[in-house]
């Protein structure tokens, strides 16, 4: 566990940590947001898919961290009384269930693509090929237009995944607000000890992490050796593509859940002058929010970086684009096979990796 030196603050070591994480985590929350304008200017027509949703939880899920990180050094160094009960809790692990979220709705799509044959009532179409779809409404485009002309609101559509998704998150953010309570009550003369209701949460949330990790990795393969049945130009940079995102997300998840589950470095906002180790501390703070984190933030935006073909390109396309997606609302009984897409590529048509 931690080893630290007795301090009205944290080390200077600490300290210089924390500030680069926070410019890190500045940039990437910029460049998320700013790829999510990019796109929604794109295709505004589409409504919130899938794609635009994970830019911004990768977006709040950064600026999150640039917020604990600040408050974490001046309630320290303040002595804020309140930062140790369930504040300080709150805001550490507000960023983390946003960053679960985010990746959980890219294993969801990985997984709509590993099994559409089996799922064509799924409730998911799209007529562009994505690891994040780019068009997840099953109206046609025209509909949508005349819709949003009597109401100018944004189109959902959400399918039988993402329903999973929203539930998983949903239930982490109850259990969440729960240990806060509990933490906050155990700050008052009862039996209950905050730092290990704290210490159980952080456990927990590390096994998920490490599960959601093993479950990238291994669809990620899954999805690889699917891929490598199609002959076509383009088709290898996607497959290491998503090579990439499988092997990042599987290194970078088992390095923060090893952390979180044999040190205190999540709950180190709870530091009240106990004592540590500066070098290994600021090495283990460094492993667990960059490696952990800021890296597969980065990386994933990265491989993300494309622009969605625009409207009209898009409409031209359609016809003649044959996509990893089945679109069940056109009424399709034979699914398309991954074979079926190097047809396509020979008219031209690319296929996108997210």
């Given at each position: 566990?931690?080893e630290?030196?007795?301090?009205?603050?944290?080390?200077?070591?600490?300290?210089?940590?924390?500030a680069?994480l926070?410019?890190?985590?500045?940039t990437?929350?910029?460049?998320?947001?700013?790829q999510?304008?990019?796109?929604h200017?794109?295709?505004?027509?589409?409504g919130?898919?899938r794609e635009k949703?994970?830019?911004l939880?990768?977006g709040l899920?950064?600026?999150?961290?640039v917020?604990?990180?600040?408050?974490?050094l001046v309630a320290?160094?303040?002595r804020?009384?309140?930062?140790?009960?369930?504040?300080?809790?709150?805001l550490?692990?507000f960023?983390?269930?946003?960053?679960?979220a985010?990746f959980?709705?890219?294993?969801s799509y990985?997984?709509?693509?590993?099994?559409q044959?089996?799922?064509?009532?799924d409730?998911e179409?799209?007529?562009?090929?994505a690891l994040?779809?780019?068009?997840?409404?099953k109206?046609?485009?025209?509909?949508?237009?005349?819709?949003?002309?009597?109401?100018p609101?944004p189109?959902?559509h959400?399918?039988?995944r993402?329903?999973v998704?929203i539930?998983v998150?949903?239930?982490?953010?109850?259990v969440?607000?729960?240990?806060?309570?509990?933490i906050?009550i155990?700050?008052?003369k009862n039996?209950?000890?905050?730092?290990?209701?704290?210490?159980?949460?952080?456990?927990?949330?590390?096994?998920g992490?490490l599960l959601l990790?093993?479950?990238?990795?291994?669809?990620?393969l899954?999805?690889?050796?699917?891929?490598s049945r199609v002959?076509?130009?383009?088709?290898?940079?996607?497959?290491?593509?998503v090579?990439?995102?499988a092997?990042?997300s599987l290194?970078?998840?088992t390095?923060?859940?090893?952390i979180?589950?044999?040190?205190?470095?999540?709950?180190?906002y709870?530091?009240?002058?106990?004592?540590?180790?500066c070098?290994?501390?600021?090495?283990?703070?460094?492993?667990?929010y960059?490696i952990?984190?800021?890296?597969?933030?980065?990386?994933?935006?990265w491989v993300?970086?494309?622009?969605?073909?625009?409207?009209?390109?898009s409409?031209?396309?359609e016809s003649?684009?044959?996509?990893?997606?089945s679109?069940?609302?056109?009424?399709a009984?034979?699914?398309q096979?991954?074979?079926?897409v190097a047809?396509?590529?020979k008219?031209?048509?690319k296929?996108?990796?997210?």
């Amino acid at each position: 566990m931690l080893e630290l030196r007795v301090s009205s603050c944290f080390p200077s070591e600490i300290i210089g940590v924390f500030a680069a994480l926070t410019c890190i985590d500045v940039t990437i929350a910029v460049l998320a947001f700013w790829q999510l304008a990019r796109i929604h200017s794109r295709s505004v027509h589409l409504g919130w898919t899938r794609e635009k949703v994970f830019h911004l939880m990768i977006g709040l899920c950064n600026l999150g961290y640039v917020c604990y990180f600040v408050l974490t050094l001046v309630a320290t160094c303040e002595r804020w009384s309140c930062w140790s009960s369930s504040y300080g809790f709150v805001l550490m692990a507000f960023p983390t269930i946003m960053f679960f979220a985010a990746f959980l709705l890219l294993l969801s799509y990985w997984v709509d693509l590993c099994h559409q044959n089996d799922d064509e009532d799924d409730g998911e179409s799209s007529s562009v090929a994505a690891l994040l779809d780019k068009a997840s409404s099953k109206t046609s485009s025209s509909n949508i237009d005349n819709d949003q002309k009597c109401l100018p609101i944004p189109s959902i559509h959400v399918g039988g995944r993402q329903r999973v998704v929203i539930l998983v998150t949903g239930i982490i953010f109850v259990v969440m607000i729960a240990f806060a309570v509990l933490i906050w009550i155990g700050m008052g003369k009862n039996p209950i000890d905050s730092s290990t209701v704290a210490r159980v949460y952080v456990d927990m949330f590390a096994i998920g992490i490490l599960l959601l990790g093993g479950a990238l990795a291994c669809y990620g393969l899954l999805l690889y050796l699917k891929m490598s049945r199609v002959r076509s130009e383009g088709t290898s940079s996607e497959m290491w593509k998503v090579t990439g995102l499988a092997v990042v997300s599987l290194v970078c998840f088992t390095t923060n859940a090893l952390i979180a589950l044999l040190s205190d470095i999540p709950v180190l906002y709870r530091w009240r002058g106990e004592h540590i180790t500066c070098v290994s501390t600021a090495l283990l703070v460094i492993l667990y929010y960059f490696i952990g984190y800021s890296a597969p933030s980065g990386f994933v935006l990265w491989v993300m970086r494309e622009l969605p073909a625009s409207r009209l390109a898009s409409r031209l396309e359609e016809s003649r684009i044959v996509t990893f997606v089945s679109d069940g609302s056109r009424g399709a009984r034979n699914p398309q096979h991954w074979t079926s897409v190097a047809s396509s590529q020979k008219q031209g048509s690319k296929v996108s990796p997210i």
